[in-house]
């Protein structure tokens, strides 16, 4: 996939070339934005449980997959709705400690959107 993730260790991500110290949303297109995990701490005062309404920002039309980078240990989780929604999509979600994903990632073809937790 592109962009490539390149390593990641607690607290940050680099990601073709570029390091990153903070979660981040790779976009269908290749474009990395900054996660806006204040969705869900604003719903459940922790940015580890995925909320329904973090599930539709990250969300897009046409994505074939979701790979959930769970932090370095992997402590991240979906709601039940933010599960339920992705099924109403079609678009199924893999959840893995961060490193393991972005290894995962890199080798992955289509439509895919990631979404990786740096630290925890």
């Known amino acids: 996939?592109?962009?490539m993730i390149d390593n990641t260790k607690y607290g940050y991500i680099t990601i073709s070339g570029k390091?990153?110290?903070?979660?981040v949303v790779i976009r269908l297109d290749?474009?990395?934005?900054?996660?806006?995990k204040k969705l869900?701490?604003?719903k459940y005062g922790t940015?580890?449980?995925i909320s329904i309404e973090e599930a539709r920002h990250i969300y897009q039309d046409g994505a074939q997959e979701l790979i959930i980078g769970?932090?370095?240990v992997g402590y991240v989780e979906l709601s039940d709705e933010a599960n339920q929604f992705f099924d109403q999509q079609e678009c199924p979600v893999k959840l893995m400690p961060t490193p393991?994903?972005?290894k995962v990632w890199n080798v992955l073809e289509g439509k895919v959107i990631g979404m990786f937790h740096v630290t925890c």
């Not at 390091?19 to 979660?23: A, F, Q, V």
């Not at 290749?30 to 806006?36: A, L, N, T, Y």
């Open 19 to 23: 390091r990153y110290e903070y979660d």
């Open 70 to 72: 769970t932090g370095q």
């Open 40 to 42: 869900s701490k604003e």
């Open 47 to 49: 940015s580890h449980k």
């Open 30 to 36: 290749g474009r990395v934005e900054k996660r806006k």
């Open 100 to 102: 393991q994903a972005a």
């Open 1 to 3: 996939m592109e962009p």
